[in-house]
């Protein structure tokens, strides 16, 4: 499917609402529009958002079961804010996003940032494989304090492809502690089977190996190197991941929504090295209307739960 290159080529591609419609139609329905009721392959439109389906007559909103469901404002706004996000490096916080795209408030910028990051995770994604690096670090709060117990902070595990003195993708995820259960359940979730996984000697990986993994276990008294010398992916990661949380975020994140911008980070650096921009683009709007759509009650309530 064609998407844009640049932001002359998104600005006349989808200059009217219309245009914005018949494409998130396409990525939608890649094959031709399906009836969810019936499987018939023929509608017609009548209105703005709906397709009415000539076998059963069922009609269904092109943003029904999407992230964009319900959404009272015009998808030019959202196809906007879906490039304002990927065409930046860093990604874009609610008030850059509020006065780029004029909002009128700062919580529907940051509703429609998380409904994005929703949308950031490929459904039945590839696991990690060849040589992974993994280890943990402390997110938020002050600077994390040596050993493995912090107050205040979310502790979030990472694995990297290492590819000779490269990096490939990466995986992360919050974790309640540095057990076995934690630390093992994340790398199985996260890297195939059989790959070959480096670690730090702590005891909470020992069991990779029986759980089919080729354990290399890195200890450190024996080597003279820095800690982040042994796993360099995993700390090279780690050190951008704070920063950008940093930077673009203002450290400003929430223990409940930490996962979802680890998500974005991800999304992002796996993408590093694509030509274009517009594919962050173009992959974020196959995503989005492929997962649910989550509501900003559901977002906000997840607040509470801390
Ligand atoms: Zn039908």
Redesign the pocket.
């Known amino acids: 499917m064609e998407y844009p290159r640049t932001l002359m080529e998104f600005e006349s591609r989808f200059s009217s609402e219309e245009a914005c419609l018949e494409y998130l139609a396409q990525v939608r329905w890649p094959d031709g529009f399906v ?1 969810r ?2 499987g ?1 392959r023929k509608a017609w439109k009548t209105g703005r958002l709906l397709y009415h ?1 000539t ?2 007559g ?1 009609q269904i909103s092109v943003t029904a079961g999407t992230v964009f469901q319900g959404t009272r404002k015009p998808l030019q706004m959202w196809f906007r804010a879906m490039w304002w996000v990927t065409s930046q490096k860093n990604g874009a916080s609610a008030q850059g996003l509020q006065h780029n795209l004029g909002l009128g408030s700062y919580q529907t910028a940051w509703a429609w940032l998380h409904k994005l990051r929703r949308a950031m995770v490929r459904p039945g994604r590839d696991r990690l494989s060849g040589l992974v690096e993994v280890d943990e670090t402390y997110v938020g709060g002050r600077e994390a304090a040596p050993g493995r117990g912090a107050e205040n902070k979310a502790l979030v595990v990472i694995a990297v492809e290492k590819k000779g003195r490269a990096f490939g993708r990466t995986r992360m995820a919050v974790v309640s502690d540095a057990t076995r259960d934690q630390l093992c359940g994340f790398v199985q979730a996260s890297v195939e089977p059989g790959t070959t996984v480096r670690t730090d000697g702590w005891q909470g990986y020992r069991a990779l190996k029986t759980r089919g993994y080729v354990h290399d276990r890195i200890l450190q008294q024996r080597s003279a190197a820095e800690p982040y010398e042994l796993l360099p992916g995993v700390h090279r990661v780690a050190s951008l991941l704070k920063r950008w949380l940093l930077g673009t975020h203002q450290g400003a994140v929430s223990p409940a929504h930490l996962p979802y911008y680890l998500d974005e980070f991800t999304f992002r650096f796996n993408r590093r090295t694509s030509k274009t921009r517009g594919k962050l683009f173009y992959r974020l709007l196959e995503q989005a209307v492929a997962v649910d759509p989550v509501t900003y009650k559901t977002l906000i309530s997840s607040d509470h739960n801390i």
Do not use: I, V
Request: proline letters at 0%; glycine letters at 12%; a neutral charge.
């Open positions: 009836c009721s019936c018939g389906c076998s059963c069922h």
